[in-house]
């Protein structure tokens, strides 16, 4: 709840408008680490603990990728600010053209970072029972999956705003839409996805998943950085 604090919905519907937006929400979601070790281990059960430390490890795996994409995106809009962001993508194009890659990194990040299908072996792993809510019921189960869904909005918002201009029409002849509305309309669009990469891809196991942590996305968003920084300087941009 806290993170959404920052996300702007128009030009002027920001509960905070703060400069470094982009290290503030990347702060507070790191914490959710904390809430899966901690309902593992207080479980008084082996399996839950083996689940929390298994989710944890991949939450913070995917964590690391997802804030390199973070500093690109600065580095392109030369601001943390998550408005700034927009307006960057408002006087040129939105980031999901030039950083198309990015985009299809930072979405098979967040789709890992909420433990949805394929990445949900945090929940369905055989060896692991059920994970690390395996001994919870009734209201505090539906506590973690309200959490876990409410983060599933979030990233979609974030990805609305990082690569899709946020409340930016899609074309100008459509300007009479609110931003309000070009925003949520984003964000249906890439919850809709979310539920199409569940129901097409089968799960992957859990080394397959971390090496594409490890040895994909981590070296390929530092070569993209790389890349960013010597066009940059050449162009003196």
């Not at 600010?81 to 307006?87: A, M, Q």
């Amino acid at each position: 709840m806290l993170n959404w604090a920052i996300i702007p919905f128009s030009y002027n519907e920001v509960l905070s408008d703060l400069n470094y937006g982009l290290l503030y929400l990347y702060a507070l979601s790191s914490l959710a680490v904390y809430g899966i070790i901690l309902a593992g281990w207080v479980s008084q059960s082996k399996y839950p603990f083996l689940g929390a430390i298994r989710s944890a490890a991949q939450m913070i795996s995917y964590e690391v990728s997802i804030g390199l994409i973070f500093v690109i995106i600065a580095f392109c809009a030369h601001s943390l600010n998550v408005i700034d962001i927009v307006y960057a993508q408002e006087v040129g194009h939105w980031f999901i053209i030039p950083l198309f890659p990015i985009a299809g990194v930072f979405m098979i990040s967040i789709i890992a970072e909420t433990n949805r299908a394929p990445f949900d072996l945090p929940e369905a792993e055989a060896e692991i029972v059920a994970g690390y809510n395996l001994e919870y019921s009734s209201i505090v189960f539906a506590f973690f999956f309200l959490g876990e869904y409410g983060n599933i909005f979030l990233m979609s918002t974030l990805f609305a705003i990082l690569f899709l201009g946020g409340w930016l029409p899609m074309f100008s002849f459509l300007s009479f839409i609110s931003p309000v509305m070009w925003l949520e309309l984003k964000t249906v669009f890439i919850c809709f996805v979310f539920v199409l990469v569940r129901a097409t891809l089968p799960r992957y196991r859990y080394d397959q998943l971390m090496d594409i942590c490890w040895q994909l996305f981590l070296p390929f968003n530092l070569l993209y950085l790389l890349a960013l920084v010597i066009i940059f300087l050449v162009n003196n941009y």
